[in-house]
């Protein structure tokens, strides 16, 4: 793809609720893969996380970043000096999304449309001037969409979305449907969230779905490995209910019982990290299981290269809260680790049953176990299903290529916004990601 910007004019404005989090790599791949295309990238973020490690990658970034305050009070005159000068400088455009905000706060008895809105007038007042900013890209359809959403409406500049997993399950889906129309386009990282955002939402919004991929530079095949005496099991995530680690490890307690040696290391922090601890001793695996808190890049491709299976149960939560593909899957899979995960949302469209990976329904801890069981002394299926799992990913999870989608979608809005109603895609081509058009 051939860009030609123009550089001193054209700026994203790169909209997130944190930036950097260790978590999030695929956005800072994204920023570097856009930087190297030739875009100029702001970046906004509602909170620095403040996570006492970061990404190396993080140093490649070329754009500047900025934050908007994420708590009213504690910058309360801020605020309202940001209000009185929109509402003075530009009324007609201030009043209908207040009013709006205000009203939706009411409503709902809650706050978060009010404080997005006022983001909204902070980032428009005080971010925004002598920035350049000809375009808002939001990472994430709710609180980063929301406050994208009210500063388009109060500037006229046009806006992009990412969406992912929860921010599309767990909201409203009246103001996700007013968010998704007034957007240029709207990509997402699987074609089940394609799927459910084309039947959730009445607009002519091109919906695209663009996996997040992986730099499959970094992640090479290790080729042919031959297990450890003692089965080495990973699982990498945060310890949170929709991963589904207590489902996991009574899975492991089934194999312990049939006699199968293994060891399974789990990286991840969160809050359920005691519920975890206290699992894992309630149910005789202290011996044979091990909690590591969450690591870069660098420190996960050790444990990367030494795993034997990549084990991942997540679930979908009650209130709907789910995953995509999460992105340790499709990395472990790259490695050459054989894959066994749940059957649920996007992970189908990675991991093929009996093919590149093991799949089982979720909450099946039985089922878990027999998967587990079948990799574990089965090692060349194993490495049948490690090169079907490569191949996958070379297909559609090249970072590169997929990001140079975003990007063209990007140039068009920048260019000319009116043209990505027409997106054309090649749906032979694995690729080209999906740009589903409305009429």
Sequence with gaps: M?????????????????????????????I??????????????????????????VHKVKAPVAYIPDYFWQ??????????????????????????????????????????????????????????????????????TTMTYFASRLTGIDYGISAHAKDIYLQDSAFLNRKVARAQFVTTCTGFNADFLKK?????????????????????FRGKKPFNDTPQIL????LVPKKGFPVLLNALKTLKEKGQKFHHTIIGSGPLKGALKAQISRLGLSDCVTL??????????????????????????DDGDRDGIPNVIVEAMATGIPVIATRI?????????????????QR?????????????????????????????????FDNTRNVKMIGDVLHRALHNGKGLKTVKYDANRGITEMAVTRT
């Design 292 to 317: 590591h808190p969450e690591m870069s890049q660098q420190e996960l491709h050790q444990h990367y290269q030494t795993a034997d299976v990549f084990a991942l149960a997540c679930e979908v939560q």
């Design 32 to 57: 570097l893969l856009l930087e190297k295309l030739g875009f100029k990238l702001h970046i906004f973020a509602m909170r620095n996380p403040g996570e006492s490690k970061i990404h190396d990658n």
């Design 364 to 396: 099946d801890s039985q089922a878990f176990a027999e998967g587990l069981l079948k990799l574990l002394i089965n090692p060349e299926i194993a490495q049948q299903y490690a090169v079907a799992g490569r191949k996958k990913v070379e297909q559609l």
């Design 75 to 144: 910058h309360f005159f801020p605020f309202i000096i940001s209000h009185i000068r929109l509402l003075i400088k530009t009324p007609r455009k201030y009043f209908p999304p207040f009013c709006f905000a205000a009203w939706r706060s009411i409503r709902l008895w809650n706050s978060a449309a009010i404080k997005r809105f006022s983001q909204a007038v902070y980032f428009t007042d005080r971010c925004l001037p002598g920035a350049n900013i000809a375009f808002f890209y939001a990472h994430f359809s709710h609180d980063p």
């Design 235 to 238: 699982s990498v995530g945060r």
């Design 200 to 220: 959730a939402v009445e607009s002519t919004t091109p919906i695209m779905r663009c996996y997040h991929g992986i730099n499959l530079d970094v992640y090479r």
């Design 345 to 361: 949302s996007g992970i189908p469209e990675c991991v093929e049953d009996g093919v590149s990976g093991i799949l089982v329904e």
């Design 2 to 30: 051939n860009l030609k910007l123009n550089k001193a004019e054209k700026v994203i404005a790169f909209i997130l609720k944190g930036y950097p989090r260790l978590s999030e790599t695929f956005i800072l791949n994204e």
